[in-house]
Structure formats: structure tokens, C-alpha cells
């Protein structure tokens, strides 16, 4: 039996309140979805099999360069983390597993599994985070972690890595994620081709101990915390690595981690096309690294992903399974409204991803007619999918309106009363 942050009476009231209008539309659009031959019981259990990660380090406060300002009622601990990713589940019913970073989420390994078992959630992909120094490590990670100058910094970064695995293996994860802050800040401080060496034999070591059934997942950055150069700047280098390493490596695309205007639909194609496609961090930005949440400010760009997604899915691509995962830092929302806004908000460019009419689009790019190929995109972006949303969660047990519910539980203002304000940093945005 899985226990339950929000009481299901609770739940079942709200849901009654919006039953009427939600069946209403819900027939409404099937009626529509019909008229052009598309049966809206399939796009539905579609969506309802589309899951995302939600990472542990999203349910707390982030913050910028400038300062942190806490929220009410924070996670004091991976446990309370695990207690409000299970709140977004349970609203949601679209995101059953979370992502962990160490060492911010170190605990003992079987209170950890008993813990996910108890509130119904798996363990995604694990992070490693040798960007910023632990307590007490030996050496300083200022200077770069698996590219540094000093072997023995290096050595410390693999150990690090290993010991990630370890912990994933003992609570079900199977990928590993590495994104490194390592790059320079000035022309001449790092040599271009040795650090990018020193980091494919560093990522070698961590290749070698990872499980068969696993992937690793590295991340592109083109800058932050390093400004002039990062190691790992682009996909071009990240191809580069996911294909020096092996079968298991796989390329990563934080949507957050390019220059602005870069086309990521494009990029999301091309890997795709040659088997390298391991996996997303779903986030939004204005003009950088932003973090903001998924959908905010450029839905169509998310749309313009899922139709890459779901037209590989179309074609039958072999092997394809991406990670999908939340990556947002949420300074003055909570935490727990913007992840489930977040995860209805990738559901939704999905679903509207499975209305393109593909064969109607392959015509119009044999034709040449570039007018009705970006309208036949147009026409499935258009549509009003909130219904079909909706009654995915509804029929898996969760809210037609999970904000609404979330707020009428006063589940915020209960763990506030339990968990003092943190004013700490570790806002952990990668
Ligand atoms: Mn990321």
C-alpha cells in the first residue's frame, strides 16, 4: 500500500468539482478528433505512459549569484524531498521516479530504497557533482574535477563517479549523468586538447565500471561556472565523447545549455540519427542557463523537440528509449506547483506531438510546400489538449486540477510547521 502525502477524499472532492466540464470536453474534443479520423482513446493511454523524472534538488528553493531566498516548509532532507516528489506523483500521476545528486542526497542506502518503496517511487538516473567541493574532501575541484591538471584531483572525480554508481546500483538507478564545471575563464589559462584528453580518460575509467544493463549520460554546456571555455561546451564534443566511450555512453540535452536561438529540435534530429540520444533535462530559458520551467517562455520550442521524439518513435527508430528529466531551479514559485505545472507542460507538447498528421507532412516536404508543412505543425500545436491532460490523470488516479488540489491540501503550510527555514545554499543547478 502506497502512502499518500494528500488524503484521496481530499483528491476525490476536487475531482468532483471539475468531473462535468472535463467530460464535456473531453467528448467535445473526441467528437473534433474524429472528424479527422484520429481516435482520442490512443493519444490518451499514449500520454498516460509518458513519464519524467523529477529531480531531488527541484523541491527545494534555488537561488542566483545573488542571493537565496528561502521558502516555507523546504526539504531539510533527501527524505523530505522524496516526501514532496511523491506529492507531484500523486497529483500528477506522470512522474514516478526521481533523480538523485550526490552527495547532497547521501543517506543510508536501505532507509533510502524503503523509503521510495513506501511512497511508490523508482530512482532515475544518478548525478555526480564534482563542481562544487564536499566537506573535507582532500582536493579542490576550483580548478576542474575530471580534466584537472593534478592527477590526483582526477583520481578523487572518478572515485567520486564510481561511488555514484554504487549508490544507484542499491537503490535500482541505471544511468549515471556527469556534468563537470571544468572550462577556463581567460584565452591561454587551459590547453584546449590536453583537458579535453585528460577528461576522455578520466570518463574512460567511470565507462569501465559501469554496469552492462546502464548508460552514461554526459552533459553539454557552453558556459557557467566557467566563461570563456567549458571542456564540454557543445553536442559536437559531446558526440565526440558518447562515441569515443562506447555503446553504453549517451549524450545528454539540457534545453537550458545553448546559446540563444540554437536550434534544439535540430540538434535533438541529428542525434537521434546516429544512436546518441541518451536523454533530456527539461527546462526553459530567455537568455541563458535560466532554468526556468519547462514550457514558460517558448512552448512551441518544446513542442518542436516532441515532434523530433515522436516522429523517431514513428519511423521506428531502433534502440530509441530517452531519459526524460526535469532540471529547474524555481526561485519565487514553489517548488512543488512549478514541477507539476513543469510535468503537465512536457505531457502537453507530447500529446501534441502525436496529433502532427505525419503522412500529410512527409507529402508536404516532398512538395516542397514549406506553407502547409509548418501549418500541418501549427494545426496539431494549436489544439487545446488540456482534456486529454486531464483525464490521463484522472483515470491513474490523480487531479484533473493537480494545483488546485495541491493548494486546497495545505500541504505546504503543514510542513512548514515541521521543517524551520533554511537559509543555506546548494541552490544546485547543473
Ligand atoms: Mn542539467
Avoid at 493511454?45 to 509518458?50: D, H, Y
Avoid at 570518463?203 to 554496469?211: G, Q, S
Avoid at 534502440?319 to 507542460?345: K, R, W, Y
Amino acid at each position: 500500500m502506497v502512502e499518500l502525502k494528500i488524503a484521496s477524499d481530499l483528491v476525490s472532492a476536487q475531482n468532483d468539482k471539475n468531473a462535468a466540464w472535463l467530460k464535456s470536453d473531453y467528448e467535445a474534443l473526441g467528437e473534433k478528433f474524429g472528424r479527422r479520423g484520429t481516435d482520442i482513446e490512443s493519444i490518451t493511454a499514449q500520454v498516460s505512459e509518458f513519464f519524467v523524472a523529477v529531480p531531488s534538488w527541484g523541491v527545494g528553493t534555488g537561488g542566483t549569484r545573488f542571493a537565496r531566498f528561502p521558502g516555507q516548509g523546504e526539504p531539510r532532507s533527501i527524505f523530505d524531498k522524496l516526501d514532496d516528489c511523491a506529492v507531484i506523483h500523486q497529483l500528477t500521476q506522470a512522474t514516478p521516479t526521481v533523480s538523485l545528486h550526490v552527495p547532497w542526497d547521501k543517506a543510508d542506502l536501505t532507509e533510502l530504497k524503503a523509503k521510495g518503496d513506501a511512497l511508490g517511487l523508482g530512482f532515475d538516473a544518478m548525478n555526480s557533482n564534482t563542481f562544487s567541493d564536499a566537506v573535507g574532501q582532500a582536493h579542490s575541484y576550483k580548478y576542474g574535477s575530471l580534466s584537472h591538471t593534478d592527477a590526483s584531483t582526477r583520481a578523487q572525480a572518478i572515485e567520486h563517479n564510481l561511488e555514484c554508481i554504487e549508490i544507484g546500483k542499491a537503490i535500482g538507478s541505471k544511468a549515471l549523468t556527469v556534468w563537470i564545471g571544468d572550462g577556463s575563464n581567460f584565452p591561454g589559462q587551459s590547453h584546449f586538447t590536453r583537458s579535453f584528453e585528460r577528461y576522455l580518460a578520466s570518463m574512460a575509467e567511470i565507462y569501465e565500471a559501469l554496469p552492462d544493463d546502464w548508460r552514461l549520460f554526459s552533459e553539454h554546456k557552453m558556459y557557467e561556472p566557467a566563461f570563456y571555455s567549458t571542456v564540454v561546451q557543445d553536442w559536437g564534443t559531446n558526440y565526440l565523447i558518447a562515441n569515443t566511450l562506447g555503446p553504453k555512453a549517451m549524450c545528454l540535452v539540457d534545453l537550458g545549455h545553448h546559446a540563444p536561438n540554437t536550434n534544439i529540435e535540430m540538434i535533438v534530429a541529428r542525434l537521434i540519427q546516429f544512436g546518441k540520444l541518451g536523454g533530456f533535462h527539461f527546462n526553459d530559458s530567455k537568455y541563458g542557463d535560466d532554468d526556468l520551467d519547462a514550457g514558460a517562455i517558448d512552448p512551441y520550442r518544446l513542442f518542436l523537440v516532441f515532434n523530433e521524439l515522436v516522429d523517431a518513435e514513428h519511423r521506428g527508430v531502433g534502440g530509441f528509449h530517452p531519459a526524460h528529466m526535469i532540471d529547474q531551479s524555481h526561485n519565487v514559485t514553489d517548488p512543488i506547483e512549478s514541477l507539476i505545472s513543469s510535468a503537465n507542460e512536457i505531457r502537453r507538447a507530447y500529446a501534441q506531438a502525436l496529433l502532427v498528421d505525419r503522412e500529410a507532412l512527409d507529402g508536404y516536404q516532398a512538395d516542397n510546400d514549406a506553407l502547409m508543412a509548418s501549418e500541418t505543425l501549427k494545426q496539431a500545436y494549436r489544439t487545446d489538449v488540456e482534456p486529454i491532460l486531464a483525464e490521463a490523470r484522472r483515470r491513474a488516479g490523480g487531479a484533473i486540477d493537480p494545483i488546485s488540489a495541491y493548494r486546497a491540501s495545505g500541504y505546504r503550510k503543514k510542513v512548514a510547521l515541521e521543517r524551520p527555514a533554511s537559509f543555506s545554499g546548494g541552490g544546485g543547478i547543473v
